[in-house]
């Protein structure tokens, strides 16, 4: 079992032989930060960790970057991990807990004035986001098919909580 930030960096050093700070310049260009918990201090722990497991080997050669020590590639058990795990994580659906549940479920004790200004915010929120994402998106139109199908998600998920926040205001 994989967690995901296991998976993610998995899945981008299975594209091809990456360095912890090339791995963190592509977190940030596709936006990954937003659905995934992989910060740039954690990502050659989770290096390591995949390392030990037999999943990644170091790549002997040039240092890609300056400030690079190691280059990583995917194993051949680790490709086959990462195609089992990714396949799971798009096939099965998993319980997320956002936290705008617990606020709608404890809502009755917000001043309504209060409520109908803290869902407006979060419209607000919600549309910078989009715009954002957008931008994102627009901004990187030679990105492979599945890098265009995570911005269309985030897109279609955050339009959705956008209509569903004008029926709520």
Not at 17 to 42: C, I, K, N, Q
Request: with cysteine; aromatic share 6%; glycine share 8%.
């Amino acid at each position: 079992m994989l967690t995901d930030a296991e998976l993610t960096v998995l899945g981008l050093v299975a594209e091809r032989p990456r360095h912890g700070y090339e791995l963190d310049e592509v977190v940030a260009e596709r936006g990954m930060r937003d659905w995934t918990a992989l910060g740039f201090s954690s990502i050659y722990y989770v290096l390591g960790k995949l390392r030990d497991r037999g999943l990644v080997a170091e790549v002997q050669g040039e240092r890609a970057h300056p400030k690079a020590k190691k280059t990583f590639t995917a194993t051949e058990a680790g490709r086959k991990a990462c195609a089992a795990a990714a396949e799971a994580a798009i096939a099965q659906l998993r319980p997320v807990h956002p936290p705008v549940l617990v606020g709608l479920a404890t809502s009755p004790a917000i001043p309504p004035g209060r409520l109908a200004a803290a869902l407006a915010k979060r419209a607000e929120a919600v549309e910078e986001r989009l715009a954002e994402v957008r931008c994102a998106a627009e901004a990187q139109p030679d990105v492979p098919p599945f890098v265009r199908a995570i911005f269309a998600y985030s897109i279609a998920q955050l339009e959705a909580e956008a209509g569903w926040l004008e029926g709520m205001t």
